[in-house]
């Protein structure tokens, strides 16, 4: 008995010791910064001063977000290019894995194709749509004056072009994403419902809408959450493309903590505005959980 116990023990032991590694990496590099993060919303802290520089200011940093008109800017930015991003990108990819799946040859050549742009690097296709949405130069406008189009839009010179050249550009990237899952999704639908649509004589169409879109009411639930989590956190194309600009017109929560921590020191200031989009992201992701409850209980 004493020795299954030890063996147990000597079992139990190997398997701590093998996820200790990444146990380690997750304390350090994960949750450590996330408490101290947390700790920062109460300090106003310029961390080139080093620790000597906090100062210890309780709830300022929330009731300063009341004057920051930045704030405002950057959550309108955040709900259009949500609200533009998230439907589009689900509804062409929910398209095109119906064509692919059924409709035309050389389906494997296709989906790489589609799905390339999604593990590409962020950076790179940024800086190539930059180059792209040139107002004087890029094939994008001439293509538009080839099409007849006398004053084609300036695109990220323009306040009023430069998010929706964004919203393009971020659609196209992770379309295949969108279109890759809904591939599977599609395969676990039974046959059987198809065989007997068609025997009531049901049209492309009414098959879609009746069966195909309510069988995929998983798929689209996770690619809801996990496209609005990641339209909340748009960084990079705004980095590279943009910077926040012109006139502030593609500045977004994300990329306004980025300049308040590291352009203009002001981290507690910025751990604050994180938390309050952690709140917010994670608020609208219940919203969601609740409402699939129900939506799967009308359609499935």
Do not use: C
Not at 9 to 26: T, W
Not at 145 to 171: F, N, Q, R, T
Not at 231 to 252: H, I, K, L, N, R
Not at 267 to 290: C, H, P, R
Request: cysteine-free.
């Amino acid at each position: 008995m004493k020795r299954i116990h030890q063996a147990k023990l000597h079992e139990n032991l190997a398997g701590y010791l093998f996820i200790l590694p990444n146990l380690a990496g997750y304390l350090v590099f994960v949750l450590v910064p996330i408490l101290f993060s947390l700790y920062l919303v109460f300090l106003d802290w310029d961390y080139l001063k080093g620790f000597s520089g906090m100062e210890w200011v309780g709830l300022q940093n929330f009731i300063r977000m009341g004057d920051d008109p930045k704030i405002i800017k950057s959550l309108t930015n955040n709900t259009v290019y949500t609200i533009l991003s998230v439907p589009s990108t689900m509804l062409i990819g929910l398209l095109l894995a119906v064509v692919l799946n059924r409709y035309v040859y050389y389906k494997n050549a296709l989906r790489t194709m589609i799905f390339l742009p999604y593990i590409s690097s962020l950076v790179a296709v940024s800086v190539i749509w930059s180059i792209m949405y040139q107002a004087q130069n890029g094939p994008v406008n001439a293509a538009l004056k080839a099409l007849g189009v006398a004053h084609p839009p300036g695109w990220l010179s323009s306040p009023s072009s430069a998010l929706y050249a964004i919203i393009i550009m971020a659609v196209w990237a992770t379309v295949g994403y969108a279109m890759v899952l809904y591939l599977a999704g599609l395969q676990g639908i039974p046959k059987d419902l198809y065989e007997a649509a068609d025997i009531d004589g049901a049209s492309p169409i009414r098959k879609l809408l009746r069966i195909t879109i309510p069988m995929l009411t998983p798929t689209t639930f996770f690619l809801g959450v996990t496209l609005l989590i990641g339209s909340f956190q748009v960084f990079g194309p705004v980095a590279v493309m943009t910077q926040g600009g012109p006139v502030d017109s593609t500045m977004v929560l994300s990329y306004h903590i980025y300049l308040l921590a590291f352009r203009y020191y002001q981290m507690g200031y910025a751990a604050a505005l994180s938390w309050v989009l952690f709140a917010l992201i994670f608020a609208i992701t219940l919203l969601q959980w609740k409402a699939q409850s129900r939506w799967q209980n009308t359609y499935l």
